[in-house]
């Protein structure tokens, strides 16, 4: 690889510079298919061509990547992987990730979805091991649970979700996975079928030396903590927890409620007390884009009043749109209330978290704890921004023109808040989705759809 080299730092740090000046749309890295491990590559090798045979029931595409690995690990110095297998850290323990964090420390994320994404991933690992372990293929391999977490994690962390002959596939991409997260990363990759292989290009010039870095996606820290081990100082892209009722509150009988559309990608659990929805402060942007919409399709269903539900039609293919300022404003009331609830939990306040942050002596970069703190703050801010936005809008929403709005000081809040901070962009655009076309009476393309009521 004459363009770039892996910089080693600390025990187990390490990342990838150029060792030469790069052009705009220079191929950096082009990784051969053969040097790839890819999710059919682990569904044929011998250990997961028994697991298929011996199992019944869901198992993972990830299972079967991990599999793969510690085949090839196996097979030490012989295996054809070694060189990069000797690369990968060894113990994932020194990489921050929470699910290794002792009582004290998971303490400071109590309350947080990110504790219970965490442990969700645990729970995923203990779950696929107990439905492989007894595998005959695989009690030959002599494995231990501590091993298959290994090879999970390190699946879990440098994976690169591609197209292969028009076939979506998840691959393990040796050298191109020690690239570092960057949100305004200068690379974009692809898996090229005309060469047979994984390509790298810089967007922009790179000097010699420099860090080459991918982005890990618009992830809020509440997903890069249980999931690579770090967060990401002043993200924008953090998610909060809401937990609704799991039934209409004025008593409707809601046909489907518990099954309205929520992305794939977006949290969405019923433990039998209530149902759970992650959302970001984006409330236009479904899951799969770390948004909101299923935040507020769902509460405006669980506010329905019977009248409104027999002028709106439930799909399971699409979103409630916005129903009607009433319906709206019972909407962010919910929102607004839950909110409140979530932050009552937590121990600390968002001032006392950003006070912490702001002490680089009591919370150093890239520990643990500033680690954990920047989560749960990261957390409380978007929970405060859902607060603030039904402060805003439950106003608006009672006036009946345009003219009483403009005349509304909430109104002029709005319109003076920065663009360049979460409320005052997000909130706009909610703004001018929602609440405008609800009190001029002029539908936007969403209330115009079969699942959103015409205003």
Not at 4 to 14: F, P
Not at 36 to 44: C, M, R
Not at 312 to 335: C, D, F, H, M
Not at 346 to 364: G, S, V, W, Y
């Amino acid at each position: 690889f004459p363009k770039v080299s892996i910089n080693r730092y600390a025990s187990e740090g390490r990342d990838l510079r150029t060792v030469a000046d790069l052009e705009k749309g220079e191929e950096a890295i082009f990784i051969p298919r053969k040097c790839i491990i890819a999710i059919s590559d682990g569904k044929t090798c011998t250990v997961g061509q028994a697991v298929r045979k011996e199992t019944s029931g869901w198992i993972s595409n990830h299972t079967y990547l991990a599999i793969r690995i510690l085949t090839e690990r196996s097979l030490g110095e012989k295996s054809f992987f070694s060189p990069w297998l000797q690369v990968l850290p060894k113990d994932y323990k020194d990489q921050g990730m929470p699910q290794y964090w002792n009582k004290t420390q998971r303490a400071e994320l109590s309350y947080t979805k990110t504790l219970g994404k965490s442990d969700g991933v645990l729970e995923n690992i203990s779950e696929m091991w107990n439905k492989i372990k007894k595998v005959s293929a695989v009690k030959a391999m002599k494995w231990t649970l501590e091993e298959f977490k290994w090879a999970r994690f390190t699946v879990l962390t440098r994976t690169f979700g591609c197209t292969e002959q028009g076939t979506a596939e998840t691959m393990m991409v040796p050298l191109a996975d020690m690239a570092n997260h960057d949100f305004n990363r200068p690379t974009r990759w692809d898996y090229n079928d005309k060469k047979a292989g994984f390509t790298v290009r810089v967007v922009r010039g790179v000097r010699d030396n420099e860090m080459l870095t991918d982005t890990y996606g618009n992830k809020g820290n509440d997903s890069f903590l249980p999931v690579y081990g770090f967060c990401v100082e002043n993200n924008n892209w953090n998610q909060a927890r809401f937990a609704l009722p799991l039934r209409n509150i004025n008593g409707v009988s809601v046909k489907n409620l518990e099954r309205l559309h929520v992305s794939k990608c977006a949290y969405d659990y019923n433990d039998g007390k209530f149902k759970y929805i992650d959302s970001s402060c984006d409330t236009q942007a479904s899951g799969s884009s770390r948004g909101g919409k299923e935040l507020f399709s769902y509460a405006r269903a669980i506010v329905l009043t019977e009248e409104e539900y027999k002028e709106v039609k439930l799909s399971l293919k699409t979103y409630l749109g916005p129903v009607s300022r009433q319906n709206e404003s019972r909407a962010l009331r919910l929102i607004d209330k839950k909110a409140t609830a979530s932050l009552k939990r937590f121990d600390t306040t968002l001032e006392e978290d950003l006070k912490i942050l702001h002490d680089e002596k009591r919370a150093p970069r890239f520990s643990w704890y500033r680690n954990a703190v920047l989560a749960r703050s990261g957390e409380k801010g978007t929970l405060i921004y859902f607060k603030k936005l039904a402060e805003t809008m439950i106003p608006l929403l009672l006036c009946t023109s345009i003219e009483e709005m403009k005349a509304n000081p909430h109104y002029r809040k709005l319109q003076a808040a920065s663009k360049k901070e979460n409320f005052g962009y997000y909130a706009t655009r909610y703004f001018e989705h929602v609440v405008q076309p609800l009190v001029t009476g002029h539908p936007t393309d969403s209330q115009r759809r079969p699942n959103g009521r015409q205003s």
